[in-house]
Each structure stands twice: as C-alpha cells, then as structure tokens.
C-alpha cells in the first residue's frame, strides 16, 4: 500500500506504519496507552507497532490465524487487516467483509473502527445472528447440550433427519384420476427418491426431480388406460421448449394451470396432465413422501419426537438423544442457530409461493414491455444498436424495480446465502465446531482473519491445545501468527491474572506489557455495601467503569446507569478503566478457567476484586 491512493485508510496506514518502525511514536504510544476509555474502540493507524503492520499486510488468500494473549491487539489488527486487504484486493470488495464476534457489547464497541478507516461494506454478527429466528432472545442451554448440540456428531443426524423424510411406499396405492384408476408403486416411488438425491440438489429442489419421475409414470398409466398408449415417444429436442417437460415439472409447482392455457393444449399428454393437476390423491400422495420442508419445521419435529430423534441418530446413546428432546413450542436456544443453518443448506430455499411468483412475473413482464418500448423508440432515431438491453433498462428506469440499491452491508445481512469477500472471526476459541460450517459456508474463498486465544476459551470443558484441534475439522490449511505485547493492560494486572490461573491449575502464555502502573485491590464487603463501593470506584474514574458478575441483572438497577455490568462472557473483547469483579473464586468453578482470565484481563487503570461476605447462590450464567 502506498501513498498514491486517494483511499485515506490506505494512506494512514502506511504513515503510522512508517512512524512506528522508526520508532517516532513512543511517546505517543505511551500516551494513548494511558489515555481514559470511552467506550468503542479507536483505529490505531498513528500508533501501529512493526509486528502487528507486518500481519495487517499479510495477503489475503487462504486463513490467517493471529493469536496472543489478552490485549495484544488482536481485534484491532484484524479489522485494520481488513481494510488493508479491500484497499489492496478490491475483488473482496464484491462481497464485502464479515466480522463475526462474541457478543452484542463487543459489536458496539468495535462499529466505528472500519468505518473510520473509510470502510462501510462491512457486516457485524454475532454467529447466532448468522440464520434470523423470530425469537428476540434466544434461550441458553444447560451446558452438557450445548456440546452436544455444538458436536459434528449433528451433521450426519441432521443428513439422517432430511432423508427420513424423503419417502418410500411400502404397497401400492391406487389413485382416481377422472374416473380413472393408477397406481403409484412402490419402486417408482424409490426410483423418483433414488433420482432425486442423485441429482445432487438440496431437498426443495429435489424435489422436481422426484415429482417429475412420479408423475411421468401416473401419466404413463393414465394414457394408456384412456387413449391406448403413452405418448411420451414424441420428440423432444429441447427440455426448456416441451410443453410437457415444463408442465410437468409446473405441475410439481402448482403452476400447471396457468401454463396448460399457454401452450397447445391438444396434446393427449397436455390433457393428461391437466388432468392430473386436478387429482386431489396425485397431489396428497406425492406431497406425503417428498414434501417441501423449512429448517425450522423440521427440527421442531425432530427434537419433539422420539421417534424420529431414535431414526436419525441410530447408534446414540439413548441418554443423548433424549438431550435434544423437547417441546415442539420451546423457544430456539443459541445452540439451535447452527443447526438451523446447516438444515438451510440441506434443504435449500423452500419453493415460492404463488405471490411471489406473481411479483417475479410481473416484473420481467414489465422489464419487457419497458425495454421493447425503449428499443423501438430508438430505433425510430436510428440508435438501437449503440445501446445494450440492459443499458436501454437502466436508461428507462426499468432497474429500479429490478435492482437492488440497498448498501451492501444491508443487502449481504438480509441474505443468509451471502457470499462474502473476507471474514473475520473474533474470539474464535469459542465457535462450536456446528458453529464454524454457518460461518465457512459464507465465506467459499477462505479468505479469513482468525483471530482468538485458546487460553481464554470460555466453559469448563479441556481446552483444545492447539488451532488445529479447533480448525483442523474444517480447513486444510492455514497460516499462524501470534503478537506478543499486551497493551491494554498494565504488567501488575498479567501478573496478577498468571499467578491467580496459577493457583487454580493452570498455566496461561506469558506476554509482556507495553506499561505498568496499574492497582490492583481486594476487598471483602457485605453484600449491601457494593452498591456504595462501586460509587466510591465510579468517582475516584477517569473514564469508564465495569462491574463483572454472575448475576447482572438484578445489579444493574442498583447501580448509576453510566456503570456497565456484564457477566464474564459478556466481558469477552472489552475493556474499561476499572473494573470490578464480583466473587471471582466463583468463576472458575461455574464458568471455568478462560472465563476468570477473560475477566482479569479487561481492565486498563485499576482492578478491585470484591468478595461478598454473603455471596448470592444464584449460578453465573453465561
Ligand atoms: N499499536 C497500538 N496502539 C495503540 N493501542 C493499541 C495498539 N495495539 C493495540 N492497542 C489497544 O490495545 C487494546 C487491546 O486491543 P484488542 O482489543 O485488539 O486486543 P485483543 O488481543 O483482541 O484482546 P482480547 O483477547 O482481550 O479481546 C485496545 O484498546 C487497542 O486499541
């Protein structure tokens, strides 16, 4: 990246980068080091340090993993990455960049970074933002179903779930058509499921393949009974151009009605499959064995029924199939999004409603008429041939029916088969393996900045020791950088973190800070006084105050509203002036290990370590 640009991210970036190589910046590092909070994150092209610009600069073909401890400036790496890499690699620009972050504080913190360094074409997520559920809060699972439900053992029961409801026949049944009598058979029925999964389509879309091959036989049946033979030897040089071929497949669709009054309706075999258009029996029976289905249906059906949860995970453990069991009107948990998404893509898009079709006619019909007019008016000045159809339809405003103007931000989050140019996933020691093909599944090229720290792995399951135990399900390769100085916290404050991990069994990466002259107090008060020491905290603060704690809810309303209160999860990514824990002891037995170190790691100034004399009972929920 040079200085030729007229993009100004691009341009800072190399000045501060500059700058900071020659080592003008160390005053100016110091100060804003030490400088207060406010709440979002600032860019830090005037103070960028050589380890992190020479992985901002890292090209970006392929996953770039960047780790290091808490506050090294792994974020803030990855989204100046990101501007680096559309700056420089505008192809990325097509899809625009996904961050995909731990949870909704962490988005607000970061929001103004990329549009500050000249980027807008930028999507924030949460993962369970990834596939929308119309629940506005999603329920949390007890720990022990959240893995399983994160487990890649989902993949093939949720592949086994789709199948079993692609149906066979067990005996013919026989169907009137107009006073006729057919029968669908038992191996026509395999045969149309056997051509249909063979065709490679997701489910919906299998589906004309399956009804195809059903209704061709039942018309097969109907002529012979009624004109003496199958029609079905007449030449049929071009499938788009068959009346038959297309009517049968309409008639998978409901459309068949429409399009038997377009195309020659004297063909024994047009009239045949009116006919059966207006059978009732065809209608039900080939809906009953391949019926279009959406993500949400089936999984309700699954996690409430025992037997199909027993068909499609055959080889369980009954106690872990009776895990996923519940009612089929439980609210969607945050475990369920993944899932959700994975059925999406074994099912693929559900078929149009007849509405909507209605709207997609009416358009191209008026996209025609549009472009017709305009094609003939300059013709008449002698003109046509200088304009393309698609110049004539945007001259003639036929686009703006047509195209989407939204942003690109706002079209990629409304579509959840977006394919982005570049993603960034934060906190990445956290994503479910389930979790991780939502994410990859909208990014095909691998372009990615992974950014996380395996030390601060949220729960109480083992932590995974290496990147490739979390990536090596899902990519064949990546590349790995780690930064070494930590410059949000002050070295009392890693130390005191080290040795704290220490006492509990744990050894976390060492990391050097960039300052010292933090506080660290410990204070046992009762539980009444917390409200008037976190004031006494709040006074004595130069920017912003946090309270960690299990139970936030009931605290918040205690405390002045310019207080954040966050549970240690919540916590993940932040940070503040001060920070005050609540019963950390507590953390590591209900959260785990990662969770206290997430915890003592957010503070910039001053940490203050409260223990209840009467602790609350209530569990620290995630
Ligand atoms: N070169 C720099 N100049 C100024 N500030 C920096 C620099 N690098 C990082 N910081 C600051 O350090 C703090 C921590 O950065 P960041 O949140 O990116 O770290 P992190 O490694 O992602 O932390 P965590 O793992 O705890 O989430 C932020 O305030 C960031 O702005």
């Not at 329920?139 to 890649?152: F, N, S």
Request: net charge negative; hydrophobic share 40%; proline share 6%.
């Amino acid at each position: 990246m040079d200085g030729a640009s007229d993009n100004d991210s691009g341009a800072e970036l190399s000045v501060g980068a500059e700058s900071a190589r020659a080592g003008d910046s160390v005053d100016l590092l110091s100060r804003v080091l030490a400088a207060p909070r406010t709440g979002r994150m600032r860019d830090i092209v005037s103070t960028l340090q050589g380890e992190q610009d020479r992985i901002i600069r890292t090209p970006g073909k392929g996953a770039l993993v960047v780790t290091g401890a808490p506050g090294t400036g792994k974020t803030v790496v990855a989204l100046h990455r990101a501007a680096y890499l559309l700056y420089t690699e505008p192809v990325r620009r097509a899809g625009g960049v996904l961050v995909v972050g731990p949870n909704a504080g962490f988005l607000r913190y970061i929001e103004q970074v990329l549009p500050a360094l000249g980027e807008t074409d930028v999507v924030l997520a949460q993962a369970t933002d990834l596939y929308p559920v119309d629940e506005a809060v999603l329920a949390v699972e007890y720990p022990l179903v959240a893995r399983l439900k994160g487990d890649l053992r989902m993949v093939e029961l949720l592949r086994r779930a789709v199948s079993d409801r692609q149906r066979l026949l067990a005996e013919p049944v026989t169907l009137l058509i107009e006073d006729v009598e057919v029968v669908l058979r038992p191996e026509i029925v395999r045969r149309a499921r056997d051509a249909a999964r063979a065709s490679g389509e997701p489910h919906n879309q299998a589906r004309d393949t399956y009804t195809e091959v059903v209704l061709e036989d039942l018309l097969d049946q109907f002529l012979s009974a009624t004109s003496g033979g199958p029609s079905h030897s007449e030449p049929t040089p071009n499938p788009d151009n068959d009346p038959t071929q297309r009517l049968s497949s309409a008639l998978a669709d409901g459309l068949a009605k429409e399009l038997i009054d377009e195309v020659d309706g004297g063909t024994s075999r047009t009239q045949a499959l009116a006919a059966l258009h207006r059978s009732v029996d065809v209608r039900r029976e080939v809906n009953l064995r391949w019926m279009p289905l959406t993500p949400e249906k089936v999984l309700r059906d699954l996690f409430a029924d025992e037997d199909q949860l027993r068909a499609a995970a055959p080889d369980w453990r009954p106690a872990d199939r009776a895990m996923l069991a519940r009612r089929r009107d439980a609210a969607w948990t945050r475990e369920d999004i993944a899932l959700l998404d994975e059925l999406a893509a074994l099912l693929g898009p559900p078929p149009r409603g007849a509405a909507d079709r209605a709207t997609a006619a009416a358009q191209a019909a008026a996209q025609h008429e549009a472009v017709r007019f305009a094609s003939d008016t300059l013709r008449a000045f002698g003109m046509a041939e200088t304009l393309s159809p698609d110049e004539l339809a945007r001259r003639y405003g036929v686009d703006d029916h047509l195209v989407d103007h939204r942003p690109l931000a706002e079209r990629a989050a409304a579509d959840p088969s977006w394919a982005y140019g570049h993603v960034i996933v934060d906190e990445a020691q956290d994503l479910t393996p389930m979790q991780w093909r939502m994410v990859l599944r909208r990014c095909p090229s691998r372009s990615l900045t992974i950014v996380g720290d395996l030390d601060q792995r949220s729960g109480v399951a083992a932590r995974p020791r290496t990147w490739a135990d979390v990536l090596g399900p899902h990519l064949s390769s990546w590349r790995e950088e780690t930064l070494t100085v930590n410059y949000r916290n002050p070295g009392e404050h890693l130390e005191f973190a080290r040795h704290r991990l220490r006492e509990v069994g744990v050894d976390i990466t060492a990391v050097d800070s960039a300052r010292w002259g933090g506080t660290i107090s410990e204070v046992e008060i009762a539980d009444t006084d917390l409200p008037a020491l976190v004031v006494e905290e709040l006074d004595a603060c130069q920017g912003t105050l946090a309270v960690v704690t299990g139970e936030p809810g009931a605290l918040a309303k205690e405390l002045p509203a310019d207080v954040t209160v966050v549970t240690p999860v919540e916590a993940k990514g932040l940070e503040f002036d001060t920070v005050v824990v609540l019963d950390s002891d507590d953390i590591v037995d209900r959260l785990g290990s990662g969770d206290l170190y997430v915890t003592l790691t957010r503070a910039t100034q001053r940490l203050v370590l409260v223990r209840r004399a009467t602790p609350c009972a209530a569990a620290y929920t995630p």
